[in-house]
């Protein structure tokens, strides 16, 4: 199903290889592609966000498994992977809103493994929900400004709300409606915004696109590649492959909880990679003795 509607009825191995059902999930077809040339600009820049040996657990269930993932100054790397692979338990993790059963995360040099979610958000990690999670019953005025940098000057904070605008203009423009009566696409501008008050040096968007129609998506991903020009460092976690692919220098490919496919975006070019992810084509990876696998919680 796609926005309702169905686009192919058929065997596992037939739906695999429909050209409409890879066009839904990996964004084949389409105006963007991947700009391979990006990656080189960000190879010698300094690690703002380094993740060693990462594993997450939900109980008895291991959703993500010795994790190795890099993000560098000004760069933006995107996450992709099939529903449950683990793309959102990796953005808690980084967030701090889930805790690590093995590995470290480390701010630039700083090891924030077990630092807790409001202390990485003061430190510059800011993560934008999948569903957005506004306060709908605030206006759009309140949601931004419940997240604006709590130590900022008044010019500052100025600043920082005229950087917004100037982004999205439509949230000055209704900034006094209330966040539950707006669109899908202006709930997202309004998310976005909110995490970009924080005045971040790392942006994680979990599931950027989902949901929107497609005139939303092109707008927002125009904003993304304004938001990587200000200096902020991008995750971009993603299940439209190729619209994510776009304006990535970098790319990890989750499947399982294990990244299968680290490396440029022209590297997926014959879309292999991808389609194991979120075809099953390739066979499962061993787990070890005793270990349960899945997704994270919140993707099944």
Same mark, same amino acid.
């Given at each position: 199903? @796609?926005?309702?509607?169905?686009?192919?009825?058929?065997?596992?191995?037939?739906?695999?290889?429909?050209?409409?059902?890879?066009?839904?999930?990996?964004?084949?077809?389409?105006?963007?592609?991947?700009?391979?040339?990006?990656?080189?600009?960000?190879?010698?820049?300094?690690?703002?966000?380094?993740?060693?040996?990462?594993?997450?657990?939900?109980?008895?269930?291991? !959703?993500?498994?010795?994790?190795?993932?890099?993000? *560098?100054?000004?760069?933006?790397?995107?996450?992709?992977?099939?529903?449950? !692979?683990?793309?959102?338990?990796? !953005? +808690?993790?980084?967030? &701090?809103?889930?805790?690590?059963?093995?590995?470290?995360?480390?701010?630039?040099?700083?090891?924030?493994?077990?630092?807790?979610?409001?202390?990485?958000?003061?430190?510059?990690?800011?993560?934008?929900?999948?569903?957005?999670?506004?306060?709908?019953?605030?206006?759009?005025?309140?949601?931004?400004?419940?997240?604006?940098?709590?130590?900022?000057?008044?010019?500052?904070?100025?600043?920082?709300?005229?950087?917004?605008?100037?982004?999205?203009?439509?949230?000055?423009?209704?900034?006094?409606?209330?966040?539950?009566?707006?669109? &899908?696409?202006?709930?997202?501008?309004?998310?976005?915004?909110?995490?970009?008050? %924080? @005045?971040?040096?790392?942006?994680?968007?979990?599931?950027?696109?989902?949901?929107?129609?497609?005139?939303?998506?092109?707008?927002?991903?125009? !904003?993304?590649?304004?938001?990587?020009?200000?200096?902020?460092?991008?995750?971009?976690?993603?299940? %439209?492959?190729? +619209?994510?692919?776009?304006?990535?220098?970098?790319?990890?490919?989750?499947?399982?909880?294990?990244?299968?496919?680290?490396?440029?975006?022209?590297?997926?070019?014959?879309?292999?990679?991808? *389609?194991?992810?979120?075809?099953?084509?390739?066979?499962?990876?061993?787990?070890?003795?005793?270990?349960?696998?899945?997704?994270?919680?919140?993707?099944?």
């Amino acid at each position: 199903l @796609d926005w309702g509607r169905q686009i192919a009825e058929g065997t596992a191995r037939e739906i695999a290889e429909n050209p409409e059902v890879v066009r839904v999930y990996l964004g084949t077809g389409g105006a963007a592609t991947p700009r391979a040339a990006r990656a080189t600009a960000t190879e010698d820049r300094p690690s703002v966000l380094r993740i060693e040996g990462l594993s997450v657990d939900y109980g008895k269930l291991r !959703a993500l498994r010795s994790i190795d993932f890099e993000l *560098r100054e000004g760069e933006i790397v995107a996450v992709l992977g099939a529903n449950g !692979a683990g793309k959102s338990s990796l !953005a +808690r993790a980084i967030a &701090g809103l889930i805790p690590c059963a093995e590995g470290r995360i480390l701010l630039g040099s700083e090891d924030v493994t077990r630092q807790l979610a409001p202390r990485r958000a003061r430190k510059g990690i800011a993560l934008c929900h999948e569903g957005r999670r506004l306060f709908s019953e605030l206006k759009v005025r309140e949601n931004l400004e419940l997240a604006a940098y709590s130590g900022a000057s008044t010019t500052h904070r100025r600043e920082l709300f005229e950087r917004v605008h100037d982004l999205f203009p439509l949230l000055r423009e209704r900034e006094n409606a209330y966040a539950g009566e707006l669109s &899908g696409g202006q709930q997202q501008m309004v998310a976005i915004a909110r995490a970009l008050l %924080s @005045d971040p040096r790392i942006v994680i968007f979990d599931e950027l696109s989902l949901g929107l129609a497609p005139q939303i998506v092109d707008e927002i991903y125009r !904003a993304v590649d304004q938001i990587r020009a200000w200096g902020v460092s991008i995750v971009l976690i993603e299940q %439209s492959a190729y +619209r994510a692919l776009s304006v990535a220098d970098r790319v990890y490919v989750i499947e399982r909880g294990r990244v299968s496919f680290n490396g440029v975006s022209r590297d997926l070019e014959q879309e292999k990679a991808l *389609r194991d992810a979120y075809f099953g084509t390739r066979e499962d990876p061993p787990s070890p003795p005793g270990a349960t696998t899945g997704g994270g919680s919140g993707e099944a």
